[in-house]
């Protein structure tokens, strides 16, 4: 089983900047995608950013221009800077991975969330 632990949420005024990380740990799995997801209240979670085990990445619309994915692989960590915030990007923020172990692939684990509160 790989485990996330998010770290870096908090509260910020519109128009700042927060970075969060997500660091992976386990034995024997290698990881392909990995992702943040957010989801405000009252509304399902959704994809913010992912990348894969290549570096190609993806960006929902609302965060294109001001959210940069990274990661590290050899540390098994992903960053996620956020510029320009706005409002509306409140919520708690979740870490995902995609891996696999030994022939076994498309596991996914979560993170246990960290809180972004961007005030007007």
């Known amino acids: 089983q790989v485990q996330l632990v998010e770290s870096g949420g908090g509260l910020v005024q519109a128009g700042g900047s927060l970075r969060l990380s997500c660091a992976a740990s386990?034995?024997?799995?290698?990881?392909?995608?990995m992702g943040w997801y957010r989801q405000a209240p009252g509304k399902q979670r959704e994809l913010v950013a992912d990348?894969?085990?290549?570096?190609?990445?993806n960006y929902a619309d609302s965060v294109k221009g001001r959210f940069t994915i990274s990661r590290d692989s050899a540390q098994n960590t992903m960053y996620l800077q956020m510029n320009s915030l706005k409002p509306d990007d409140t919520g708690v923020y979740y870490c995902t991975v995609v891996w696999g172990w030994g022939t076994i692939r498309g596991l996914r684990s979560w993170g246990q969330g960290t809180q972004v509160t961007v005030s007007s």
């Open positions: 386990g034995s024997g799995f290698s990881i392909n995608v």
């Open positions: 990348i894969s085990s290549s570096g190609n990445t």
